[in-house]
């Protein structure tokens, strides 16, 4: 039976959404549809909340657009960082002449560029995300997630684009300013409306929705883009984890993984009733055999999570469906183990292919 649960757990098309909803509404008035959806004034109103909240990084660029970020393109541009032996083929313009008089050998100057910088996001709305039992919905907490990310991408002259998935993919290119963050939010919105969410067939996102996002990711996204992925990361397989090392050779890449407290521990002592939208069971928790079988599993699923970022310098935030979105964010970004983007990055330079 734990395996049974197991599956439906992992694939969560939960048919509590009216139950949800009710609940929702007792509990918290008239805000209930924060809960189960977001509206575009909850996600503008988010713009006030991102201070404290950077987006730091630095890798290679290649657009034309200066922006406030440095990177690793070297070539002539805004600040001096080193001088080194000429090669064929340099700018003889580069041409460091105090160095070349002492050494004796011709020397040219390297520059580092300040280069606007793509912010990527990428959030995955599997039916499983639609699914909380407490707090708001996962796919809610990917909205908002993905609001705060845009609104500091803007802060930081970054342009933002998006890759919405369930079982279709929605796309927006990056663009720049308050306008590219409202367009990016009203697709949003339409790919995080529960009841459409739950209609989805799961043959359309079981076990290749992620892995497919994350080849068109590739192809869409320019070398040094920084890159959310938002998602509950259920299905991970070998070419999830091959995908996600090519994706970070020439991005900067972080994982938020979404999760609800019932994949943390098990429900108290009790029979439940389950389903996936297809097929219903029950899961007994009374007995401490199948409670301890659950435990481990949960356990099993967050150590592969965990383990997948770790090997591929991605730094990784567990939210839970009833935690404060920026306050998470920012604790998360100000942290210097995992935020520091910028130490991730040194570390992935030693991840073997």
């Given at each position: 039976m734990l395996k049974r649960f197991q599956h439906w757990l992992g694939s969560a098309r939960t048919q509590a959404y009216d139950v949800y909803q009710t609940n929702a509404s007792v509990e918290h008035g008239s805000d209930k549809q924060s809960v189960v959806a977001v509206s575009i004034d909850e996600l503008i109103s988010l713009k006030s909340a991102i201070r404290g909240i950077?987006?730091?990084?630095?890798?290679?660029?290649?657009?034309?657009?200066?922006?406030a970020h440095p990177s690793r393109f070297r070539g002539r541009g805004m600040d001096y960082q080193e001088s080194r032996a000429y090669q064929p083929g340099d700018d003889v313009r580069s041409m460091d002449w105090r160095v070349t008089a002492r050494a004796g050998l011709p020397y040219v100057k390297m520059y580092e560029e300040e280069r606007e910088r793509p912010v990527m996001l990428l959030v995955?709305?599997?039916?499983?995300?639609?699914?909380a039992t407490?707090?708001?919905f996962k796919s809610v907490v990917a909205a908002r997630m993905a609001a705060l990310i845009a609104w500091a991408a803007v802060a930081n002259g970054d342009r933002i684009g998006g890759l919405f998935f369930n079982g279709k993919h929605q796309e927006m290119q990056p663009r720049g300013g308050s306008r590219g963050a409202l367009r990016l939010f009203r697709l949003l919105i339409q790919a995080t409306d529960p009841v459409k969410g739950m209609q989805v067939p799961m043959e359309?996102?079981?076990?290749?929705?992620l892995n497919s996002a994350l080849k068109r990711c590739r192809r869409?996204?320019?070398p040094g883009s920084l890159i959310f992925i938002i998602s509950d990361f259920y299905h991970i397989n070998d070419e999830t984890k091959a995908?996600?090392?090519?994706?970070?050779q020439h991005n900067d890449v972080v994982a938020i993984q979404t999760v609800d407290p019932l994949e943390q521990s098990p429900p108290p002592a009790a029979v439940y009733g389950v389903s996936d939208g297809q097929k219903k069971g029950i899961i007994d928790t009374r007995k401490r055999s199948q409670q301890l079988g659950y435990v481990k599993w949960c356990n099993e699923h967050h150590a592969v999570v965990a383990q997948t970022m770790q090997q591929r310098a991605i730094?990784?935030?567990r939210i839970s469906t009833t935690d404060d979105a920026a306050t998470s964010l920012r604790r998360f970004l100000?942290?210097?183990v995992s935020t520091s983007l910028h130490n991730a990055i040194s570390a992935a330079e030693k991840v073997a292919v």
């Open positions: 950077s987006l730091l990084s630095t890798r290679v660029k290649n657009n034309s657009i200066t922006g995955d709305l599997n039916p499983g995300m639609f699914f407490r707090g708001a359309n996102t079981k076990n290749t929705g869409v996204a320019k995908q996600l090392l090519r994706l970070r730094p990784l935030l100000a942290s210097p």
